[in-house]
């Protein structure tokens, strides 16, 4: 029997103004499918049971790209996407799923992960996928990717500042950065706004909502880029985790 996720479509309509189409919801519950074959070979996630997944994996991703609950206009016009530390894919792939529009570039430094998300883009058919084997550090000065995207993702690598460090110069001027995280203080936006600062960007909103299954309380941090990232920002590998700015 394949374990089969929760349609839930009263809580995407409710949470997200969204429902998944029925090819969407296929693409989730195949994508599911995917990651439970692959723990097989490999750690990926812990969450592997259907509601969780469901909760934790998809909702999750979709509403850190949907503030306030609707989703970002420039997602639904077909932005540019990137996904720093994307891991099993979260949250670039569901996000690439829900918002078909979008190029998704999802980023990792191990290669038998960057190779398992080829694997997932190519049984999706997610055409407008690709994938990025590397350090934040280094993709952050790359002409392809500096300041080339217009919302860039990541979830739980680091601390907000390291985050910010390594998302905003990837972020054209205009675009967002979009940090996952679960508890949030405001100590803590202080010493974003230091980083932020330095960075080119500001703090757009702080946003706290809870997931709808379980409640629990979950931030997502959009940091709006005001101004050209200096060039010496991302500093060298592993310097930004060390001495966060």
């Not at 693409?27 to 996630?45: K, S």
């Not at 190029?103 to 058919?125: A, G, M, P, Q």
């Not at 100590?187 to 960075?199: D, F, G, I, K, M």
Request: charged content about 20%; hydrophobic content about 40%; some cysteine.
């Amino acid at each position: 029997m394949t374990n089969s996720l929760p349609a839930m479509a009263d809580i995407w309509q409710n949470s997200l103004n969204w429902l998944p189409n029925p090819q969407q919801e296929q693409e989730f519950q195949r994508l599911y499918e995917l990651i439970l074959a692959g723990n097989r070979q490999f750690n990926l996630t812990r969450i592997t049971a259907a509601e969780e997944f469901w909760e934790k994996h998809l909702w999750d991703a979709l509403r850190g790209v949907a503030p306030e609950g609707r989703f970002m206009r420039s997602l639904l016009e077909g932005a540019g996407v990137i996904d720093i530390g994307t891991g099993a894919g979260f949250p670039g792939v569901p996000v690439g799923i829900a918002l078909p529009n979008c190029e998704i570039t999802l980023v990792d430094s191990t290669r038998k992960k960057v190779n398992f998300i080829e694997e997932v883009l190519t049984k999706l058919s997610l055409i407008r996928g690709k994938t990025v084997m590397g350090r934040a550090e280094e993709i952050g000065h790359h002409p392809l990717h500096r300041q080339a995207y217009d919302v860039a993702l990541i979830r739980a690598v680091g601390s907000a500042a390291v985050c910010a460090e390594y998302t905003l110069p990837l972020v054209k001027r205009g675009g967002l950065a979009v940090i996952y995280r679960g508890h949030w203080t405001d100590e803590e936006s202080t010493a974003l706004q230091n980083a932020v600062n330095q960075l080119g960007g500001r703090i757009e909103l702080v946003e706290r909502f809870t997931t709808p299954l379980t409640n629990s309380v979950r931030h997502c941090l959009y940091l709006r880029k005001v101004a050209t990232t200096p060039g010496d920002f991302p500093r060298g590998v592993g310097i930004p985790n060390q001495k966060p700015l």
